[in-house]
């Protein structure tokens, strides 16, 4: 077993991998975590999800629910490397968690089902990782199940997530009789005999010797035509070495071009070496990728991975614990030690760290220093926040946060004890501080509280974790999603002259526009009005342009009409939502040569939006989300009568190893609840899972649950 950590490396950031576990929802991530934990010697019993012993799973509502919700770090070593992993969440109510992980990770583990192949959340989390530019293997999970097929895994791979699949090895046995693998780059079999927990190495079976080798000659040809190194050799010689099929495995993966692809069963512990080599083999080091890019006064700026340099670090993350705040980061650049002063560049704070801890999940053990490279936690920040960076205090920087997807579902809590009320606002903060996606707010007009987040679920473990935690005993609405209006039929040439004369200085503005939809919406509601992934904009979000000729109104007075605009959008016409999905020009306008001003000119550009909007034809949306349900065959009519009651939209279906399939868009106001409903008309046997797509037009005679001010802007 080959766990051994050499410090004396020439250089130690060359045996360092950052990498993450990305996968949908139950495709076995903690699972896969905990065997690599364990083949690596890190731990010395394997743990089960279904028995609540896993190490990354170690909050009590992860254990009572079977999923992952916190990303978890653990660190282990293996053939002389030092892995950092994150098991992330698979749910998509937590896939700001995915976000903040992927931002400072090097490299990660897609796992796959292999009898579901591509699932939603597998799409959104891959996707995730092409913004981030992170490079990928992908391992193809739960071989010995039945109806398990690598083939068919592999082409929803090709055909949903368009890389070039690079497959490297070979199953032998099928089903429950999967025992081993064939390394198509060294041609050796390895199996894993019952009880066994390291593979025994041997020939390839003679029975599949010669599909081995076909497979072996397609790797070779689907490298040559991407790596133009591997091409010059196999022109020459019509077949590629080991060595310069590995060599261009590795580049293929760095640059994004390919996806090398392997195989096994976590749960039964097979398959998991060969994964750990392909990790130190293909993924980067902190030293294979781009230098850390930042800002400092506006000037750009690089960090490369040198613990010489200027410190650069970021905070991915902050958790309260019973004894203290750890704050999670990743060093880019610099040496951290105990007892140094940092700044945290967006507060313009300096602060000192208390302690420097490597995380095992739920365990921790201190460290004297960290560089570039690491991911570790420390203790003693107050100020800093997920997204904050840390720099020296004599060289500042300041690096780009993870993105916060806006919260699409809010609930109104409430202390049910009155001297609780206090407690409940410092523990919402708490929250809201630990992970950025929930928002909390006050709503002007009922003076509730109002609690946003990512889904149904987001808000169940919020509001479970000020009941468990922090001990408050609270009162729970009904989930109200988050509405937006746009322009269905727009207006050109509004007139709207602002003048304001109270004694001394004046206010003059005098401005003309026009205002249109961005892109088609269909009023009837059959289909998304756009957004992107993770619930975007309705209608692509707001465009401003200026027509003006001839200087009738300055850059300067341009700028401030189009704040005014932006800060009309805060409130439609139609329920006071957010507005979305338009195009504003400014055609014409005048000046005063006194009395015209910036202010002047954002209060005309504000007011006259709003009085445009009341003369255009605006339309209600609503968020919807893409429901894969997977019911038994015979429960297919029962599920699609459902559907269609909830106002859903089939969009597919298939049969899949003996169930059925189905794919929806859906409201996301008419899914709250249908996981009891589902399973009580699938006797138990039913599932699925949802992905917000973005904004659809609310029909005329639909209600529209949670149209009041709970419901408006959430930020």
Same mark, same amino acid.
């Given at each position: 077993?080959?766990?051994?950590?050499?410090?004396?490396?020439?250089?130690?950031?060359?045996?360092?991998?950052?990498?993450?576990?990305?996968?949908?929802?139950?495709?076995?991530?903690?699972?896969?975590?905990?065997?690599?934990?364990?083949?690596?010697?890190?731990?010395?019993?394997?743990?089960?999800?279904?028995?609540?012993?896993?190490?990354?799973?170690?909050?009590?509502?992860?254990?009572?629910?079977?999923?992952?919700?916190?990303?978890?770090?653990?660190?282990?070593?293996?053939?002389?490397?030092?892995?950092?992993?994150?098991?992330?969440?698979?749910?998509?109510?937590?896939?700001?968690?995915?976000?903040?992980?992927?931002?400072?990770?090097?490299?990660?583990?897609?796992?796959?089902?292999?009898?579901?192949?591509?699932?939603?959340?597998?799409?959104?989390?891959?996707?995730?990782?092409?913004?981030?530019?992170?490079?990928?293997?992908?391992?193809?999970?739960?071989?010995?199940?039945?109806?398990?097929?690598?083939?068919?895994?592999?082409?929803?791979?090709?055909?949903?997530?368009?890389?070039?699949?690079?497959?490297?090895?070979?199953?032998?046995?099928?089903?429950?009789?999967?025992?081993?693998?064939?390394?198509?780059?060294?041609?050796?079999?390895?199996?894993?005999?019952?009880?066994?927990?390291?593979?025994?190495?041997?020939?390839?079976?003679?029975?599949?010797?010669?599909?081995?080798?076909?497979?072996?000659?397609?790797?070779?040809?689907?490298?040559?035509?991407?790596?133009?190194?591997?091409?010059?050799?196999?022109?020459?010689? #019509? %077949?590629?070495?080991?060595? $310069? /099929?590995? *060599?261009?495995?590795?580049? @293929?993966?760095?640059?994004?071009? +390919? =996806?090398?692809?392997?195989?096994?069963?976590?749960?039964?512990?097979?398959?998991?070496?060969?994964?750990?080599?392909?990790?130190?083999?293909?993924?980067?080091?902190?030293?294979?990728?781009?230098?850390?890019?930042?800002?400092?006064?506006?000037?750009?700026?690089?960090?490369?991975?040198?613990?010489?340099?200027?410190?650069?670090?970021?905070?991915?993350?902050?958790?309260?614990?019973?004894?203290?705040?750890?704050?999670?980061?990743?060093?880019?650049?610099?040496?951290?030690?105990?007892?140094?002063?940092?700044?945290?560049?967006?507060?313009?704070?300096?602060?000192?760290?208390?302690?420097?801890?490597?995380?095992?999940?739920?365990?921790?053990?201190?460290?004297?220093?960290?560089?570039?490279?690491?991911?570790?936690?420390?203790?003693?920040?107050? #100020? %800093?926040?997920?997204?904050? $960076? /840390?720099? *020296?205090?004599?060289?500042? @920087?300041?690096?780009?946060?993870? +993105? =916060?997807?806006?919260?699409?579902?809010?609930?109104?809590?409430?202390?049910?004890?009155?001297?609780?009320?206090?407690?409940?606002?410092?523990?919402?903060?708490?929250?809201?501080?630990?992970?950025?996606?929930?928002?909390?707010?006050?709503?002007?007009?009922?003076?509730?509280?109002?609690?946003?987040?990512?889904?149904?679920?987001?808000?169940?473990?919020?509001?479970?974790?000020?009941?468990?935690?922090?001990?408050?005993?609270?009162?729970?609405?009904?989930?109200?999603?988050?509405?937006?209006?746009?322009?269905?039929?727009?207006?050109?040439?509004?007139?709207?002259?602002?003048?304001?004369?109270?004694?001394?200085?004046?206010?003059?503005?005098?401005?003309?526009?026009?205002?249109?939809?961005?892109?088609?919406?269909?009023?009837?509601?059959?289909?998304? %009005?756009?957004?992107?992934?993770?619930?975007?904009?309705?209608?692509?979000?707001?465009?401003?342009?200026?027509?003006? =000729?001839?200087?009738?109104?300055?850059?300067?007075?341009?700028?401030?009409?189009?704040?005014?605009?932006?800060?009309?959008?805060?409130?439609?016409?139609?329920?006071?939502?957010?507005?979305?999905?338009?195009?504003?020009?400014?055609?014409?306008?005048?000046?005063?040569?006194?009395?015209?001003?910036?202010?002047?000119?954002?209060?005309?550009?504000?007011?006259?939006?709003?009085?445009?909007?009341?003369?255009?034809?605006?339309?209600?949306?609503?968020?919807?989300?893409?429901?894969?349900?997977?019911?038994?065959?015979?429960?297919?009519?029962?599920?699609?009568?459902?559907?269609?009651?909830?106002?859903?939209?089939?969009?597919?279906?298939?049969?899949?190893?003996?169930?059925?399939?189905?794919?929806?868009?859906?409201?996301?106001?008419?899914?709250?609840?249908?996981?009891?409903?589902?399973?009580?008309?699938?006797?138990?046997?039913?599932?699925?899972?949802?992905?917000?797509?973005?904004?659809?037009?609310?029909?005329?005679?639909?209600?529209?649950?949670?149209?009041?001010?709970?419901?408006?802007?959430?930020?």
């Amino acid at each position: 077993m080959r766990t051994h950590f050499d410090p004396h490396l020439t250089d130690p950031l060359a045996a360092v991998r950052n990498l993450g576990i990305l996968a949908h929802v139950d495709a076995g991530k903690t699972t896969l975590t905990e065997r690599m934990l364990y083949a690596t010697g890190s731990t010395h019993k394997r743990g089960e999800v279904h028995d609540g012993t896993t190490v990354t799973d170690f909050d009590p509502q992860e254990r009572d629910r079977g999923i992952t919700i916190f990303a978890a770090a653990v660190s282990c070593a293996w053939d002389g490397h030092r892995i950092n992993l994150i098991d992330t969440p698979g749910h998509v109510d937590f896939a700001d968690e995915v976000e903040r992980s992927l931002r400072v990770l090097d490299g990660a583990v897609a796992v796959f089902d292999a009898v579901a192949g591509v699932e939603p959340q597998s799409e959104s989390v891959w996707r995730q990782a092409d913004r981030h530019a992170v490079p990928r293997i992908a391992f193809v999970n739960k071989l010995d199940r039945a109806g398990a097929d690598l083939d068919t895994a592999v082409a929803s791979i090709r055909a949903r997530l368009h890389p070039a699949p690079l497959v490297v090895q070979l199953p032998i046995g099928t089903e429950d009789g999967f025992t081993g693998v064939v390394d198509l780059l060294r041609m050796r079999a390895l199996i894993w005999a019952e009880g066994d927990d390291t593979a025994q190495e041997g020939p390839v079976p003679a029975d599949l010797r010669e599909e081995a080798d076909r497979r072996r000659r397609a790797l070779e040809e689907a490298v040559a035509e991407l790596h133009p190194g591997a091409l010059d050799e196999f022109c020459a010689r #019509s %077949a590629l070495s080991a060595r $310069t /099929l590995a *060599a261009a495995l590795r580049d @293929l993966t760095h640059s994004g071009d +390919g =996806v090398v692809v392997l195989c096994g069963s976590a749960y039964r512990n097979r398959g998991i070496e060969p994964l750990l080599d392909a990790v130190v083999a293909y993924l980067p080091s902190p030293l294979d990728v781009p230098a850390v890019r930042g800002t400092h006064d506006g000037v750009p700026q690089e960090r490369s991975a040198d613990p010489a340099a200027p410190l650069a670090a970021l905070v991915f993350k902050v958790n309260a614990t019973p004894t203290g705040r750890l704050t999670y980061l990743r060093v880019y650049s610099g040496t951290i030690g105990k007892g140094d002063a940092v700044m945290d560049a967006g507060a313009r704070r300096t602060e000192r760290i208390g302690r420097i801890l490597r995380v095992q999940a739920d365990r921790r053990t201190p460290l004297e220093r960290a560089v570039a490279g690491d991911i570790v936690a420390v203790v003693g920040l107050k #100020s %800093a926040r997920a997204g904050s $960076t /840390l720099c *020296a205090p004599e060289a500042p @920087l300041v690096l780009e946060p993870p +993105g =916060v997807a806006d919260p699409v579902v809010s609930v109104a809590v409430e202390a049910r004890k009155g001297v609780d009320t206090d407690r409940l606002a410092a523990a919402l903060g708490r929250l809201a501080e630990e992970d950025p996606s929930l928002v909390v707010r006050t709503d002007p007009e009922t003076g509730q509280t109002v609690l946003s987040g990512m889904g149904e679920l987001h808000l169940e473990v919020a509001v479970e974790t000020l009941r468990r935690t922090h001990g408050l005993d609270v009162n729970v609405g009904r989930p109200r999603v988050a509405h937006r209006e746009t322009v269905v039929r727009g207006v050109s040439g509004l007139v709207f002259r602002h003048v304001k004369q109270d004694g001394g200085a004046g206010q003059f503005a005098h401005v003309v526009l026009d205002v249109e939809p961005m892109d088609p919406v269909d009023p009837t509601g059959s289909g998304p %009005a756009g957004g992107g992934e993770g619930g975007g904009d309705g209608g692509g979000g707001f465009e401003f342009r200026s027509a003006v =000729v001839g200087g009738r109104v300055p850059r300067e007075y341009v700028r401030a009409v189009e704040a005014g605009c932006r800060d009309a959008l805060a409130d439609g016409p139609l329920g006071g939502h957010p507005v979305t999905g338009l195009r504003v020009t400014l055609t014409d306008g005048a000046t005063h040569v006194k009395d015209s001003s910036d202010t002047a000119f954002r209060t005309a550009g504000r007011l006259a939006l709003r009085e445009a909007l009341r003369a255009c034809a605006m339309v209600l949306l609503e968020p919807v989300a893409e429901v894969t349900v997977t019911v038994p065959e015979d429960a297919v009519g029962s599920v699609l009568g459902d559907l269609a009651a909830r106002r859903g939209r089939v969009t597919g279906s298939a049969v899949r190893a003996g169930s059925a399939v189905v794919g929806a868009t859906v409201p996301l106001a008419e899914l709250f609840g249908y996981a009891t409903r589902l399973r009580s008309r699938t006797q138990g046997r039913g599932t699925f899972t949802a992905r917000p797509t973005g904004y659809a037009p609310v029909p005329a005679s639909a209600p529209v649950t949670g149209s009041a001010p709970v419901s408006g802007s959430t930020r």
